[in-house]
């Protein structure tokens, strides 16, 4: 059981991470380059500044990713913690920096928790950051058993869903979801400058939306994207093959529309020079429905409740439901013929069912986490 931690670098992740051990009575230290950091976190209650002369459990490392394996080696020499791990968005070339470098590269798990926020520092750090969110983990083939459920735990404690992979994948989905959108957006954000002033009066949400993930700071991301380069330099192709259709497509309909304003000749309805572009909109159209309907399978989980027998017990079952915050039309009732038994089925937030379970089998119900059903409702509200 983890009782003691340390967070070296006190930025939004690390200051969100001692915030949300803490409130499970972990005590948590915290180190940092730059004093005020780690006492701006210390102040929002994430820890205390400066290390004990003996082990923690487990040390977070939260520093750029170029850093990360400097910083590993010079804490497993100073004996800081039994276990550590890190949250560079950066992978597999980490991990073999750890296996020439580490002292003991089996107390390490790489991680990365998949949360952020516009802003950054440790004001901007949250204790419920972490909560429904995937954590993924990249553990070694020398990776010890104990190094792993201390930093499930400590997981646990921050509320999120931890998803094991190998470190390349990382590298190359991260690339695609996450580093490349952040370019685009910066992108799309450096247009605005060669915008007039008046035309800012006209831009509304869409805007926002697309620009709201453009880089603040821009060390963090050089580091970043150095690190993960041909992956997201891989992504980055792809989306300029699409920018060329799409720019080939606008200039041919340009010219068209130049060249029937100056004949007398029909005017072409332009359909067929359009089918490239809207080939392009589609794919994207298709792409955010895919997107949304993993998230949610992603982040679900269905539970099975068996109702009792006699009159009353289904509302029963419903009031005690509605208490988990369960509500009656999130629920699809399923009879059984073979057995002649009627049972319940929901849908919930992936990281809440394990307890759900738990609190109807003390509540005496017989329930169990099962695998999707079709026709289950979306997730309930918890």
Same mark, same amino acid.
């Given at each position: 059981?983890?009782?003691?931690?340390?967070?070296?670098?006190?930025?939004?992740?690390? /200051?969100? =991470?001692?915030?949300?051990?803490?409130?499970?009575?972990?005590?948590?230290?915290?180190?940092?380059?730059?004093?005020?950091?780690?006492?701006?976190?210390?102040?929002?209650?994430?820890?205390?500044?400066?290390?004990?002369?003996?082990?923690?459990?487990?040390?977070?490392?939260?520093?750029?990713?170029?850093?990360?394996?400097?910083? !590993?080696?010079?804490?497993? &020499?100073?004996?800081?913690?039994? %276990? #550590?791990?890190?949250?560079?968005?950066?992978?597999?070339?980490?991990?073999?920096? +750890?296996?020439?470098?580490?002292? /003991?590269?089996?107390? #390490?798990?790489?991680?990365?928790?998949?949360?952020?926020?516009?802003?950054?520092?440790? !004001?901007?750090?949250? &204790?419920?950051?972490?909560?429904?969110?995937?954590?993924?983990?990249?553990?070694?083939?020398?990776?010890?058993?104990?190094?792993?459920?201390?930093?499930?735990?400590? =997981?646990?404690?921050?509320?999120?869903?931890?998803?094991?992979?190998?470190?390349?994948? $990382?590298?190359? @989905?991260?690339? !695609? %979801?996450? $580093? @490349?959108?952040?370019?685009?957006?910066?992108?799309?954000?450096?247009?605005?400058?060669?915008?007039?002033?008046?035309?800012?009066?006209?831009?509304?949400?869409?805007?926002?939306?697309? %620009?709201?993930?453009?880089?603040?700071?821009?060390?963090?991301?050089?580091?970043?994207?150095?690190?993960?380069?041909?992956?997201? *330099?891989?992504?980055?192709?792809?989306?300029?093959?699409?920018? %060329?259709?799409?720019?080939?497509?606008?200039?041919?309909?340009?010219?068209?529309?130049?060249?029937?304003?100056?004949?007398?000749?029909?005017?072409?309805?332009?359909?067929?020079?359009?089918?490239?572009? +809207?080939?392009?909109?589609?794919?994207?159209?298709?792409?955010?429905? @895919?997107?949304?309907?993993?998230?949610?399978?992603?982040?679900? &989980?269905?539970?099975?409740?068996?109702?009792?027998?006699?009159?009353?017990?289904?509302?029963?079952?419903?009031?005690?439901?509605? *208490?988990? $915050?369960?509500?009656?039309?999130?629920?699809?009732?399923?009879?059984? /013929?073979?057995?002649?038994?009627? &049972?319940?089925?929901?849908?919930?937030?992936?990281?809440?069912?394990?307890? =759900? +379970?738990?609190?109807?089998?003390?509540?005496?119900?017989? @329930?169990?986490?099962?695998?999707?059903?079709?026709?289950?409702?979306?997730?309930?509200? =918890?």
């Amino acid at each position: 059981m983890i009782r003691t931690m340390a967070v070296v670098g006190t930025g939004l992740i690390g /200051t969100s =991470i001692g915030l949300a051990v803490s409130r499970h009575g972990v005590k948590v230290q915290l180190l940092d380059k730059e004093e005020v950091a780690a006492r701006t976190a210390a102040a929002l209650g994430a820890g205390v500044v400066g290390a004990s002369d003996e082990p923690v459990d487990l040390a977070v490392i939260a520093v750029p990713p170029s850093a990360v394996g400097d910083v !590993l080696a010079k804490l497993q &020499a100073r004996g800081l913690a039994r %276990t #550590y791990t890190d949250v560079a968005s950066v992978k597999a070339q980490l991990a073999g920096e +750890v296996q020439q470098s580490a002292a /003991t590269p089996s107390s #390490y798990v790489g991680g990365h928790p998949l949360a952020a926020r516009e802003q950054c520092g440790p !004001l901007a750090a949250r &204790a419920d950051l972490f909560e429904d969110r995937s954590w993924v983990l990249t553990p070694s083939e020398t990776t010890s058993q104990d190094a792993m459920n201390r930093v499930l735990e400590m =997981i646990a404690m921050c509320g999120a869903v931890p998803v094991i992979m190998d470190g390349r994948a $990382h590298d190359e @989905a991260v690339a !695609l %979801t996450s $580093h @490349a959108p952040h370019v685009v957006a910066s992108l799309m954000a450096a247009r605005i400058q060669h915008g007039s002033r008046e035309s800012f009066r006209l831009a509304g949400q869409g805007l926002h939306d697309v %620009t709201r993930m453009a880089v603040r700071d821009t060390g963090l991301w050089s580091d970043i994207l150095r690190a993960n380069a041909p992956a997201v *330099a891989g992504v980055l192709r792809g989306l300029r093959d699409d920018l %060329t259709t799409l720019l080939t497509t606008l200039d041919d309909v340009s010219d068209v529309s130049d060249v029937s304003d100056v004949s007398d000749a029909p005017r072409d309805d332009g359909s067929r020079s359009l089918a490239p572009m +809207v080939d392009v909109l589609n794919r994207g159209a298709a792409g955010l429905a @895919a997107i949304r309907g993993w998230q949610a399978a992603d982040r679900q &989980a269905h539970v099975e409740v068996q109702v009792a027998e006699g009159p009353g017990q289904l509302i029963r079952l419903l009031d005690a439901l509605k *208490a988990l $915050h369960v509500e009656a039309e999130d629920v699809v009732p399923r009879y059984s /013929t073979e057995e002649g038994s009627l &049972a319940i089925t929901f849908a919930v937030p992936a990281v809440h069912a394990g307890q =759900i +379970v738990l609190e109807l089998g003390r509540a005496g119900w017989s @329930a169990e986490s099962v695998a999707p059903v079709p026709g289950v409702p979306c997730s309930a509200r =918890i």
